[in-house]
């Protein structure tokens, strides 16, 4: 998908969210670039507070920290989504309800700050939680470890792990969702598509460099 093929529009978003169609649209639906655009601001925000106030992450729950990795993945928030996006095919609704838990998850949870180590395994829990909570019919835990880049118990013990430090809190009413969706078609409307763009064309630009990365391995290996 190009950047430069995605309408953003507060319009566009509302359009998605509620008349959203595999077989009509080709495109991935827009609610996807606009939380991956503010999860990776508030990862930056996260980034220069722990710069300048070491002391502000000294707290953290042991527990969350099951969601680390041992090793930053070298994939972008958007690129992430749209994987998920394309092997799931969990609806618009999916994310803007997985964006509630994430909420909801770090408000119970104030030692918790979302950073690179632990961004793709949060994402990836609070998504298949929220296909189950959505949808009437679902993958299992196996095939969406499988699109995580995950094993089947790494996703089950991630699962489990954030219910208990949500407190089992997954009811979202209409007026919640309806809150949530005002919320992201704010950040379309109010320079938020500067930003939306940005993580669209970032994850391009590292999508060739890897593209091109692998044509020279293979070039390098027909010539050896």
Known sequence: MAASSLIISPRKLRSDLYCYSYQRDANTPLVISVLASLIERTMARNERIAK???WAFTRKDFRSRVFDCHETPDMTIQSYLERIFRYTKAGPSVYVVAYVY???FCQANPGFRINGRNVHRLLITTIMVASKYVE???YRNS????VGGLTTNELNNLELEF???????LHVNVSVF???CSHLEREVSIGGGYHIEKTLRCAE???SRQIEGRR???IARIML
């Open 163 to 169: 219910l208990f430090l949500m407190g089992f809190k």
């Open 216 to 218: 020279y391995n293979q």
């Open 136 to 138: 009437d019919m679902n």
């Open 178 to 180: 309806e809150s949530y």
């Open 102 to 104: 994430i909420d909801r």
């Open 143 to 146: 095939y969406f470890a499988r």
């Open 52 to 54: 300048n106030c070491k």
């Open 205 to 207: 630009e590292i999508k």
